[in-house]
């Protein structure tokens, strides 16, 4: 997954105020979903997400839903590793932006 996936599931938690859901993809569209938006589309697959949420080791993983061919598909992704890799990008566009625009000054 790309790095703007990693930030759609974080600004959709900020936006909807829970982790209690799934950033849902199809195609070039990402949307983060709350359980309850996800039982209004899907009332079966919203028992299965709120079982995955519910489960051992939902607070160590963000989910992503992606819909290929058809069929909804879902991934876990380790909190851990979303962070870091964000991290890593803002730290890199920090020490980019501190080095300036590269022109010389007199």
Not at 35 to 50: A, M, N, S
Not at 54 to 78: C, I, N, Q, S, W
Request: contains cysteine.
């Amino acid at each position: 997954m790309s790095i703007g996936v990693f930030h759609s599931i974080l600004n959709g938690i900020h936006d909807k105020k829970t982790d209690r859901g799934a950033l849902y993809v199809c195609g070039a569209m990402c949307e983060y979903r709350t359980l309850d938006e996800w039982r209004v589309l899907h009332e079966d697959f919203g028992d299965e997400l709120q079982a995955l949420l519910d489960g051992k080791y939902a607070k160590e993983a963000f989910f992503v839903v992606e819909k290929r061919e058809g069929t909804l598909h879902v991934m876990a992704y380790p909190r851990s590793r979303v962070m870091r890799e964000v991290a890593v990008q803002a730290s890199q566009k920090t020490a980019t932006v501190g080095q300036g625009d590269g022109e010389a000054s007199t």
